[in-house]
């Protein structure tokens, strides 16, 4: 008699296939809500229009795409992920669609402005945070690092395939390739994204099998979001990782992402190669990204928070030293530090929503990241302000410093055991 043994391999868990469509949906998302600025000249050489009147449309998309978050969180409790970000996908198709037809400013403002907004608003960070808390108890910082460097990822894709469409075949391929990009993901989301564990008969990785099953939220999406904000507005907590993410906004997206280029500039260095730098930074921001939500799983988040904006703080405050006409080493040794650290805050405020607000997190984290985006809008102003009243921008950057140094204070106050 002859005995056989069979190994069975264990089963990828679910949480993972989740995840993946995350990131896609995540990775689309950020280039499609980067995409107007590669449209800026076609539209200007075609309709006549000015800058400042395309520039509206995209800074209506900047703040919706940060003050929809917390509705955003609110409609995936009420309604789940899949057809909130189903919805958001048809709205970035619809937006980016029917932008080959308009005829009017006010349509572009409408279409890449609001519509492009509001959907891809649905699918950001929040829906991150989201994905993270309800599918993994094990792993949770490096999936959170993961789904925030697809954004990085999705503007590295996109924006060098849309800018070559706009300069060649024209912005209305680019726009179209949009549409077909979101519509083409809408089917792997609506089969393959799950709401939560218990829908598919499992639980989140890493949880107790006998923990109690989560109940999808009753409350109207819009009211749960606004009372999320004032109980989250009545403890300190909120208030230092409010004031640290929007230093973190406007030290990012609002000051170098908006500025660097034309601050090169101004110090003879081409703005090719200036732009050249930013997609560097943007590379390595995906590794640092994921480096720092391996850590939130290891690390006190508060003190990764306050690593990461005083050493940014110092680094702003060397930079305007290293203005040159050409790329020099230590020019470059910044590119790559400030890369690292870029969206590295990420991961940790994530946790620290999780862990002080409990199944409120992810919607106060949506609050929090529209913190972020008004601190970028803030800073854009306020820098090119600054040059044009002093011809540099040397106070931006050092202001910029000093603010981080302020964040720095804000994480290690952040008290994380209870809401205090």
């Avoid at 993972?16 to 998302?29: C, D, M, P, R, T």
């Avoid at 800026?40 to 009147?53: A, H």
């Avoid at 993961?146 to 894709?157: D, K």
């Avoid at 107790?208 to 004032?230: G, H, K, Y």
């Amino acid at each position: 008699m002859t005995l056989s043994t069979t190994t069975e391999r264990p089963r990828l868990h679910r949480a993972w296939f989740v995840a993946a469509v995350a990131f896609v949906a995540i990775l689309g998302a950020a280039g499609f809500r980067a995409t107007p600025g590669v449209l800026i000249t076609p539209l200007q050489d075609e309709f006549g229009w000015s800058k400042g009147t395309i520039s509206l449309a995209v800074s209506i998309n900047l703040v919706l795409y940060g003050l929809t978050a917390p509705f955003a969180a609110a409609l995936m409790d009420r309604f789940g992920m899949r057809r909130v970000v189903s919805f958001a996908l048809l709205l970035v198709a619809a937006g980016s669609g029917l932008t080959t037809l308009m005829t009017a400013s006010w349509q572009l403002q409408l279409l890449w402005g609001v519509l492009v907004g509001l959907g891809t608003g649905s699918m950001a960070l929040v829906f991150a945070a989201t994905v993270t808390d309800r599918w993994f108890v094990r792993h949770r910082g490096l999936v959170m690092g993961v789904l925030t460097a697809a954004g990085a990822t999705g503007q590295l894709i996109f924006l060098p395939v849309l800018a070559h469409l706009a300069q060649g075949p024209g912005w209305r391929v680019a726009s179209l390739t949009v549409a077909g990009a979101a519509l083409a993901v809408v089917p792997f989301v609506w089969w393959l994204l799950r709401d939560r564990p218990e829908d598919v008969g499992t639980t989140a990785l890493g949880a107790d099998p006998e923990a109690p099953r989560t109940i999808p939220a009753a409350t109207n999406a819009a009211v749960r979001a606004l009372s999320v904000l004032r109980s989250a507005a009545r403890t300190r907590p909120f208030w230092f990782l409010a004031g640290g993410f929007a230093i973190c906004g406007a030290s990012t997206n609002g000051l170098v992402s908006t500025h660097f280029i034309p601050a090169a500039h101004d110090h003879g260095m081409a703005e090719p190669a200036a732009a050249g730098l930013l997609a560097v930074i943007g590379i390595f921001d995906i590794v640092g990204t994921v480096a720092s939500g391996w850590l939130s799983d290891k690390v006190d988040p508060r003190m990764l928070l306050a690593v990461y904006y005083g050493l940014r703080g110092l680094s702003l405050m060397v930079l305007p030293s290293l203005f040159a006409a050409t790329t020099e080493p230590s020019m470059l040794i910044f590119i790559v530090f400030y890369g690292l650290d870029w969206v590295a805050t990420v991961p940790p405020t994530v946790a620290l929503c999780r862990s002080i607000y409990g199944s409120d997190g992810a919607v106060v984290f949506g609050w929090v990241f529209g913190s972020h985006q008004v601190g970028a809008a803030i800073a854009a102003v306020a820098a090119g302000v600054t040059r044009d009243q002093l011809g540099v921008y040397d106070l931006a950057w050092y202001g910029a410093g000093l603010l981080c140094l302020v964040a720095t204070a804000m994480s290690l106050a952040i008290r994380h055991a209870g809401k205090r």
